[in-house]
């Protein structure tokens, strides 16, 4: 509880102004809330977490997931090198490749931010 200077009118905690006078309320040293240090500490991306997704990334542009040429039954061929498909027809499959790197991608993103330290200034 709070009470005002001017009036000595008991308050509650979260008044700002005395309700009986108007006067502004200043806390007692007794109730008085530590000030906030100003910014909260600032925090850092886990590095190696980063590093290891965009080698991942670069791992799955070399050995893409490679599938069947279209109008042959459509049959996944696995992960080649880029140069070196399976057979001379086969594509690359843009759709497992997209969800390769979106994966990838999320999943490095999440373990940077899981893993982060707090900046020491």
């Known amino acids: 509880m709070l009470t005002c200077r001017f009036c000595s009118q008991v308050l509650p905690e979260a008044s700002r102004f005395c309700i009986i006078c108007g006067k502004a ?9 530590p000030a906030p240090s100003g910014e909260p500490a600032a925090e850092a991306m886990h590095l190696p977490a980063l590093y290891v997704m965009v080698g991942l990334l670069l791992f799955a542009l070399v050995f893409p997931p490679w599938e069947t040429a279209p109008g042959q039954p459509a049959e996944f061929l696995g992960f080649h090198l880029f140069l070196n498909p399976p057979e001379p027809e086969a594509m ?10 979106v994966t990838i991608a999320i999943g490095g993103f999440y373990f940077s931010w899981l893993f982060r330290r707090k900046r020491d200034e």
Do not use: D
């Open 25 to 33: 309320v200043q806390e007692t040293s007794s109730t008085a809330r």
């Open 92 to 101: 690359v499959s843009r759709l497992l490749i997209t969800i390769e790197l």
